[in-house]
C-alpha cells in the first residue's frame, strides 16, 4: 500500500478552492502528479477554507461522495498518519439526529463498539454540542473524536465511495474499505458480489412453481393439488427459504377414505376391479344375471369421489319360462316356443 497527494483546483469556481487528496493505492504502480483511476476509496480534504458541518458536507457531495465514514481503527490510525496537522482538525460524517449520534452516509445509528470518543467525550458542552470532529495529530487523543457546535468552522474531510450501484450485484450491502470494498450479502445471496443464489432440494414430481431467482432457488413458491380421489397431506404451498430449506417437507397425496356402499344379493353376477382399495374411487363394477333373469339398469358402474356410484345399482328381474304349445288349429303352424316373462317376488 502507499499514499499519494496531488494539488487540483476545486470544480466550482465560486468555492475557489484547492483540494488536497489523500490516495490509496494497493498492488498499483504510481506516478508523481498524476491520480491513477483504481476504483479505491480515497479520502480528500479542502485545505483553503474551513466550513461549519452542513457546508462541509455540501462541499463534499458536490465533489466526491460524503463526509468521511470510518469503518475501523485500522482507518484512523491511517487517517492520523496522512492528514496534515490543523488547527480547527477536520469535519467528519456523524451527527445527532433526534438525539441519536447517526452516520450520516447511511442514516445508521453509530453503535456502542463502533465509538471513538476522546476522554470524557461527548460532553455536549453548551447543550448544542450535535456534529463531530476528529482530532488528527493531536498531542494527546490524536485519532479520537469530539462532540462540537456544528456552527464552528473546521476542515471538511470528505470520502469518494469505491461501492457503486451495481456493486454486490445489488443483492447485499457494500461495506468501504481502504482501497477496496467488501459485501455483506442480504439472506438468501452468497459469493465475493453476491451473485450465486441459495438453492433448495429439487422437488419431484414437479408441482406449480414460480422462481424468480432460479429454478429452486430462494423465493421460489410451489403450490400443490392432488389428483381427483386423493387427499393432500401437508401444507398446499411451500417456499424456498435463506436458509437452503423449504418452509416444510413436501406434501404426499394419499387416497381419499371414501368408500361406495354395495348392496347388492342374489341373482345378480358383479366382477369388480379395485385400482386403489375395495370398492374406492376408481373401482369398477360390471354386472350381469344368473340363468332365467334379465338385468334392470346399467351393467357398469364406477365409485365416485363423492362416495357414490355413478349411476344406480341395477336388478335382477323375472324368469324365462318358455311353453310348447302345439298348434291346434292348423296342421300347417309348426310347433312353436313361446317365452313369457313372470315377474316373481
Not at 447511511?106 to 448544542?128: C, F, H, S, V
Not at 469505491?162 to 454486490?168: G, I
Not at 324368469?319 to 316356443?337: E, R
Request: glycine share 8%.
Amino acid at each position: 500500500m502507499s499514499g499519494c497527494r496531488s494539488q487540483k483546483p476545486a470544480p466550482s469556481p465560486a468555492l475557489s478552492l484547492t483540494v488536497t487528496q489523500v490516495c490509496l493505492f494497493l498492488f498499483f504502480p504510481t506516478v508523481l502528479g498524476t491520480q491513477m483511476e483504481v476504483g479505491a476509496w480515497t479520502y480528500h480534504y479542502g485545505n483553503k477554507s474551513d466550513y461549519s458541518w452542513e457546508l462541509a458536507r455540501n462541499f463534499c457531495r458536490s465533489f466526491y461522495t460524503d463526509l468521511v465514514a470510518i469503518q475501523n481503527q485500522g482507518e484512523i490510525v491511517y487517517l492520523n498518519n496522512v492528514l496534515p496537522r490543523h488547527r480547527t482538525y477536520y469535519w467528519i460524517g456523524i451527527r445527532k439526529i433526534n438525539n441519536v449520534w447517526t452516520w450520516v452516509g447511511t442514516n445508521k445509528a453509530l453503535t456502542k463498539e463502533a465509538e471513538n470518543w476522546a476522554n470524557r467525550e461527548p460532553n455536549n458542552k453548551g447543550k448544542n454540542q450535535d456534529c463531530v470532529e476528529i482530532y488528527i495529530k493531536r498531542d494527546h487523543d490524536a485519532g479520537r473524536w469530539n462532540d462540537e457546535n456544528c456552527q464552528k468552522k473546521k476542515r471538511a474531510l470528505c470520502y469518494q465511495a469505491s461501492c457503486q450501484r451495481s456493486s454486490c450485484s445489488q443483492r447485499g450491502e457494500c461495506v468501504e474499505t481502504i482501497g477496496n470494498y467488501s459485501c455483506d450479502c442480504y439472506p438468501g445471496f452468497y459469493g465475493p458480489e453476491c451473485e450465486h443464489v441459495v438453492r433448495c432440494k429439487n422437488l419431484d414430481p414437479r408441482p406449480d412453481c414460480s422462481h424468480p431467482l432460479g429454478e429452486f432457488s430462494y423465493n421460489s413458491t410451489c403450490k400443490f393439488q392432488c389428483q381427483e380421489g386423493f387427499e393432500l397431506q401437508g401444507l398446499d404451498t411451500l417456499q424456498c427459504l435463506a436458509s437452503g430449506n423449504w418452509t416444510a417437507a413436501a406434501p404426499e397425496c394419499a387416497v381419499q377414505t371414501i368408500h361406495c356402499r354395495t348392496g347388492l344379493g342374489k341373482p345378480i353376477l358383479m366382477n369388480c376391479s379395485h385400482p386403489l382399495e375395495s370398492f374406492s374411487y376408481g373401482s369398477v363394477c360390471r354386472f350381469r344375471c344368473t340363468q332365467g333373469y334379465f338385468l334392470n339398469g346399467t351393467s357398469r358402474v364406477q365409485c365416485q369421489p363423492d362416495g357414490h356410484w355413478s349411476d344406480k345399482m341395477p336388478a335382477c328381474q323375472g324368469k324365462l319360462f318358455c311353453h310348447v304349445l302345439a298348434s291346434m288349429w292348423s296342421s300347417a303352424f309348426p310347433l312353436q316356443a313361446l317365452c313369457r316373462r313372470e315377474t316373481r317376488g
